[in-house]
Each structure stands twice: as C-alpha cells, then as structure tokens.
C-alpha cells in the first residue's frame, strides 16, 4: 500500500479562457465564410426554432453553410486552421512554466495534468500548438463519412455534458467507452476533488465550477481585459461564490492570474501532504490489528 493521491489536475475551458474569441471564428466561419455574429445569430434562431440542443445546431449549421460554399469539412482542413488560433498573453509559454514551477518546488513528491474540457472540436484543439500540454482533450468531434468529410456530431459536449469529465478525471476513468458510474471509493479514485481546479470564463463554465467547489476543488473564471461584459460575468460568478478567484485572462509569468494558479497549487500540495501524513499514520499503527 502506498499513497497514491498526490497528482494535481487543471481543467481549462478553451474558447474564451485561452483564446478571445471561439476558435470557429478563427477556423472555419472565415473559410466558408460567414461573418461570426450573423453565424451565432442563426444559431440561436435554429435552436428556438427547432427546439435543438445549440451544440448540436451549430455544428450541424456549420457543415451545411459550409456545403452551400462547397467548403469540405475534413479533419485535415480542421488541422490545417488550427494554426489560425490565437491565445491570450502567455498561454503557449505557461504550460510548461506551471510544471517547472511544481517540479522545481515539489520535486518528484507531487505531479500535475492538464486537461482541456471543451464544446469546441477536438479536431482543431489537438492540432494548435499547445495541444501536446494535455493529459486528455474532451471536446466535441464529427464523424467523418468514407471520404473523409463531416456529416453528424458523432460526439457532443454542452454545458452540463462537459461535467462528466470532472468525474471522469477525478476516477481516472478518460476512456469514453468505459461507464463512470460505477461505484468507487474515495480512497480508489485517481485524483481528488480537492485536487482539481477549474478555470473557465462565463456561464457555460458553471455547471463544472460548481461541481468542482462543492466536492473539495477550487474554481477560477478568466475575462478579456478590454470587455466590460466579461468583467461582469466574472464578478458575478464570483459573487455567488461560484468560483473561488477571478482574473484577467493574462497568462504571462507574474501576471495576477499566474500567480492565484499558483497560489492555489500551493494550497492543494498542503492537502495532499495532510493525507500522506494520514495515511502513514493508519498504515503504521492500524494495519493488521
């Protein structure tokens, strides 16, 4: 027996919280093209009309605008536009800053995993430039016919969907086809709540921010700088203690925001030397009688 829960996760949203804008806006709407806000517009007037789920509208919108401008959706179109993206201040230096940071700290005592849990496509996200920075990509995909183009959503992740992926980072259970409910002790699970922290930026984000601060985790919404709207949301979720910190969306080394994800990291490690400390103490008085 040994003590096992001594692994932090960050989970990040994408669109909003490492880039400004949603990454159709930098990728396909331009390609098809159609301009962003009349794009959304129809969404949201599909999705009324229909009654449709808005995930599911707009990828299903975005194939058959794109089929109108004989546009084909491919996963190799898909790779070659997510060198398009563009990330806030620091984000593609702060992945490998935040595992120094934790390593020259904690040495080999404490490890950490990022995650990305988005309703973007995972066909764009695992092609940008700091994709190779995640443990696991849950996003949306397409399936692709025989040849190769985008015909349904062959995997769909909403708001409140995208909270089975807490669970599933917290088992240790990242294999879609496995079931994650399952019954497993605390004790069993891969990373604990209390070892998790979420960072998103609005509204769509609540459903994981509020899973993660009720079950031990922490909790920390983003804003553009430059947008009074987002500002507002942020202080919100903040106000009804939907998250624990806000910060603008400045990933840079010493930016406010690097230094609270530090701060919390720091505060996780004291809980997982806590219960290393708990743990030796049943392994060696309590084992065995």
């Known amino acids: 027996m040994r003590f096992k829960h001594n692994t932090i996760a960050i989970a990040y949203d994408f669109d909003g919280t490492l880039t400004p804008l949603p990454m159709q806006e930098y990728t396909v709407l331009p390609e098809i093209p159609i301009k962003p806000h009349k794009f959304w517009s129809l969404v949201k007037e599909e999705s009324i009309k229909t009654g449709g789920e808005e995930i599911i509208t707009y990828m299903r919108l975005m194939i058959e ?148 601060r009720k079950n031990g985790g922490s909790a920390v919404a983003v804003y553009r700088s430059y947008s009074k709207k987002f500002k507002s949301i942020s202080k919100g979720l903040l106000a009804s203690k939907r998250v624990d910190f806000i910060a603008k969306a400045d990933f840079r080394r010493n930016s406010e925001l690097d230094k609270i994800i530090k701060f919390v990291i720091d505060t996780m490690v004291v809980g997982i030397k806590y219960g290393r400390l708990a743990f030796n103490q049943r392994k060696q008085f309590c084992s065995g009688g």
Do not use: W
């Open 65 to 212: 605008k794109a089929h109108e401008n004989r546009v084909a959706v491919t996963p190799q179109l898909l790779k070659d536009l997510a060198a398009q993206i563009k990330f806030y201040p620091g984000v593609e230096t702060y992945f490998d800053r935040i595992n120094r940071y934790v390593k020259t700290t904690y040495g080999r005592s404490i490890s950490i995993r990022h995650y990305i849990i988005s309703s973007g496509l995972v066909e764009i996200i695992s092609h940008t430039s700091i994709a190779k920075k995640f443990h696991n990509i849950f996003a949306s995909q397409y399936h692709f016919d025989e040849y190769g183009h985008a015909t349904f959503p062959n995997i769909v992740v909403n708001d409140t969907l995208k909270t089975q992926f807490i669970f599933r980072i917290n088992k240790g259970v990242e294999n879609l086809n496995e079931s994650i409910n399952t019954h497993m002790s605390e004790s069993d699970r891969a990373i604990p709540f209390q070892n998790i922290l979420y960072i998103g930026d609005g509204l769509t984000d609540v459903p994981c921010m509020t899973v993660t």
